[in-house]
């Protein structure tokens, strides 16, 4: 099976200050990946996905770096806001089942 | 067009109990997946369905626990007997194609088992 961890549980920045999370993967089938950002009281909201013939991709102030060899995924974020703050999930996966890390709670600090 | 709905927001029962959970997918989306999340945890994947289908039920405990996605109406996950360890909130996705693609999650019902 899969199983999907995150570096650091925490992240606080100072706002405007770029962000990085983090994320590790065990399955190397895995061949989809996402990231989504919760906030309180609300389900997973998409940011940005990357297909594993890929190794970077770019959306508004965010990118998402994929590295196949050591099964390591990163999400980086630019000028980070207040609205920023939230709780970041990495997901792998494989034939339609996603299998999510446990989140990185990141404080964006005005 | 709306997004995942589900229903209820909250469900409060008593041990011994059943809770039905209900999810109606996004307009289009013939995929639904049902993700089980404890406080300060991730999002555990439960089950994956597709019409009338049970294509993956690798998360869902082997009892008590049931959900379908029926031709018509909403995914419904049902859990029979509840225990207080199986409060928490329940999440619902969606997708069009069911395969490598971003999912729509819903707003979750939070279980609560007295």
């Known amino acids: 099976g899969e199983s999907v961890g995150l570096h650091l549980p925490t992240l606080s920045v100072q706002e405007g200050d770029n962000s990085i999370i983090n994320c590790a993967y065990s399955?190397?089938?895995?061949?989809?990946f996402i990231w989504y950002k919760q906030e309180s009281g609300k389900g997973p909201q998409f940011i940005i996905d990357?297909?594993?013939?890929?190794d970077k991709r770019q959306g508004q102030r965010v990118t998402v770096l994929l590295n196949k060899t050591v099964k390591h995924l990163s999400l980086q974020i630019a000028a980070t806001q207040p609205g920023d703050s939230a709780v970041y999930f990495c997901?792998?996966?494989?034939?339609?089942?996603?299998?999510f890390g446990d989140g990185t709670t990141l404080t964006v600090k005005p | 067009n709306a997004g995942v709905m589900q229903n209820p927001r909250h469900l409060v029962r008593r041990r011994g109990q059943e809770a039905r959970l209900r999810c109606s997918p996004m307009?289009?989306?013939?995929?639904v997946y049902w993700y089980r999340q404890l406080p300060e945890e991730g999002l555990k994947f439960m089950v994956y369905?597709?019409?009338?289908?049970?294509?993956?039920e690798s998360g869902m405990p082997k009892e008590r626990f049931s959900a379908e996605f029926p031709k018509e109406g909403p995914s419904i996950l049902r859990i029979q007997q509840v225990v207080r360890g199986d409060s928490a909130a329940y999440f619902c996705?969606?997708?069009?194609?069911?395969?490598?693609?971003?999912?729509?999650f819903g707003s979750g019902t939070q279980l609560s088992v007295l």
């Open positions: 996705a969606s997708s069009q194609q069911g395969t490598n693609e971003k999912l729509f």
């Open positions: 399955n190397s089938a895995s061949d989809y």
């Open positions: 990357i297909r594993s013939n890929m």
């Open positions: 997901a792998a996966s494989r034939l339609g089942k996603s299998t």
């Open positions: 307009k289009g989306h013939s995929h």
């Open positions: 369905l597709q019409k009338e289908n049970i294509i993956d």
